[in-house]
Structures are given as C-alpha cells and as structure tokens.
C-alpha cells in the first residue's frame, strides 16, 4: 500500500467509528436510565457493579470498571472463565452484572448467567442482538446500534467496542455526577501520579514564600525590582501597600518589553506606573487542579497568593509545576 491508500484507509476506519458513535449516541433511550437508576439503587443498598465480558470485551468492561471505580462507583471485573472456577466468589446477592456481548452468543458470558441467577444479582445485558441469548435472560437490555464494523470483512470488534466504551464512560458520568461526587472525592482514588498531585496538593503546598517570595512597596522602582527578583531567582515582584494587601504585579515580561525602549529611562521608573494592577490571584486554600487552571486559561506564569483578606502570602510560579509533578 502507498502511504496515501494508508491513511485514505485510516480515514474511513476513523469515519466509521465516529458513525457509530452518532447512531449510538442516537439511541440513548429511557433504557439507559433505568440502568443507571438500577446501578444507584444497587450502590445504596451496599452493593457494587460487576462488570464482565470475553474476548475484546473483557478488556473493554476492565477499563468500564476502572472508570467506575475511580469516579465513585464500586465496581470490579469479572472474568467469565475464571468465575466458573472460583471467582464467582466475588459476587454477592447485593450486587448488579453488566454483562457486555456483543453478539450475545458468546459461550463464556452465557454459561455463567445461570450461576449468577443462582446468587440472585439483577443482569444488564448489552448487546448489538436483541433477541440473543443474553438479551433473553437479562432483566435490562442496552441495545446497541452502532451500524457496521470497520473491519473490511465486518468482523474484527472494532466500531462495536468503541460504541461499548463510549457507553460506559457515559453511564460512569451520569452516576458521579447523580452520586453527588466532587473533586475531592476523585482525589482520594487518584492519590498517585500527577492527576493526584493536582487534587491532593493545595496552593499553601506549591507556593514562594520567605526569601523566595519578592514583595515591594509603592515607592519602589524597576532597579529595586530587578535586583529583589535576581536575588529570590523569582520571575516577578509583587508590589503591596502599607498593610501588606495586594496592589500589582511586575513580571520578567514586563521588564523586556520596558527594556525595548531604552530612551525612556525604564530602571528609575516606579513600579506602580509599570506594574499590572489587580492582577489576577489565587486564594490561600485553593486545590493546584484550580492553579492549572488559572494559568491555562489566562496565559500567565506568575500567580500571587492572598489570604482572606487580600494580603500578599506568596507567589506561584509555572516553572516549578513540572519539578513538583504536578504538570
């Protein structure tokens, strides 16, 4: 193949996976609410979401129930095979299956529905076949209509798992969102890694403060600011007023575009005509996920922090993000 029949193919693999996401997206219907009200119910009664499915759908369910687990919703995979030789202790009349075939036919999936009928779980069945075995003996039925596969021969899973996944991520949403789960909560299942440090670390832990945190007064000049910022290796200086409350602040940018215009004597002027006053500031007690926010959104890589009060408590600077982890 020449690389444009290449990625003329990969075109349509990726045109077809997004058709089905579409006509998926398509079919959401009252069914989708009751399973979801089906799993609340299930979750407030002490139960958890069991997850299982074979072939490409196992791996599928396995990052359903990651999600799941990570956003609120207790949830664990069950291995079809590996049920029927003793994991099936894992599953407890309290507990809700989602079970995932696409055909609905496959052996393994089947096979293990009459022992779970006998520990006494409620079964939601999703399916692309609606009057397959599995369909037939499950109490919710998620039908998924996704048109063809974007395999040449319409056999290799491929647009019906992206559809699957798609509705997992959907229905992990509308519970933590219905379950009332908040930031923090995530930060408790994210305690690792950067999405954790994010949650977990608050601005009082990431902040300059001491001799790294350059705070000035009115009176002070850009020569005052310059040398305070090469001393603390800061990239600005906060200017304050007599009760230490923010007024301003001057960044490394603002002295090279000062410094463009030589003639205008830029070292002797005051900070207050140069500096940005009210500059945008982060509170004392904010989460860092708020911090990156901040800069993402407002292009700026120096954050002052201000206590209650509007008093200069210290500085962020983005560079320090990285060393942190936390970006």
């Not at 994210?190 to 977990?200: D, E």
């Not at 860092?288 to 408590?313: M, N, Q, W, Y």
């Amino acid at each position: 193949m020449t690389n444009d029949e290449m990625l003329a193919r990969a075109h349509e693999v990726i045109a077809t996976e997004i058709d089905g996401l579409h006509k998926t997206d398509a079919g959401l219907d009252a069914t989708f609410c009751e399973i979801a009200k089906a799993i609340l119910t299930t979750l407030e009664q002490g139960g958890k979401l069991v997850v299982t499915g074979v072939g490409k759908n196992i791996h599928v369910g396995e990052k359903i129930a990651a999600t799941m687990a990570s956003t609120g919703t207790t949830a664990v995979l069950l291995n079809p095979v590996q049920a029927m030789h003793g994991d099936l202790g894992m599953v407890t009349e309290k507990d809700i299956v989602l079970a995932i075939s696409f055909s609905g036919e496959s052996d393994e999936v089947i096979r293990l529905l009459p022992s779970l009928r006998r520990i006494g779980v409620k079964i939601i069945g999703m399916t692309g076949n609606k009057t397959s075995s599995l369909a037939k003996d499950s109490d919710w039925v998620y039908y998924i209509d996704c048109g063809p596969e974007a395999c040449p021969f319409n056999m290799a899973p491929t647009t019906s798992t992206t559809a699957t996944l798609a509705l997992g991520d959907a229905l992990a949403m509308v519970l933590l969102e219905a379950r009332g789960f908040k930031k923090e909560n995530f930060a408790l299942y994210h305690p690792a890694g950067a999405i954790g440090r994010a949650l977990l670390f608050r601005v009082k832990d990431i902040m300059r403060t001491g001799d790294r945190l350059v705070s000035l007064t009115e009176s002070a000049t850009v020569q005052d600011a310059v040398v305070a910022m090469t001393s603390a290796k800061s990239g600005c200086a906060c200017v304050v007023d007599a009760a230490g409350k923010l007024l301003g602040i001057f960044t490394d940018g603002d002295l090279r575009r000062l410094l463009s215009d030589p003639a205008s004597a830029p070292m002797a002027r005051k900070l207050t005509e140069v500096m940005i006053h009210n500059p945008i500031s982060v509170s004392l007690g904010a989460l860092a996920v708020e911090v990156l926010h901040i800069f993402e959104h407002h292009k700026v890589d120096d954050l002052p922090v201000v206590d209650a009060e509007g008093c200069l408590v210290g500085t962020i600077d983005i560079q320090d993000l990285p060393r942190m982890k936390i970006l």
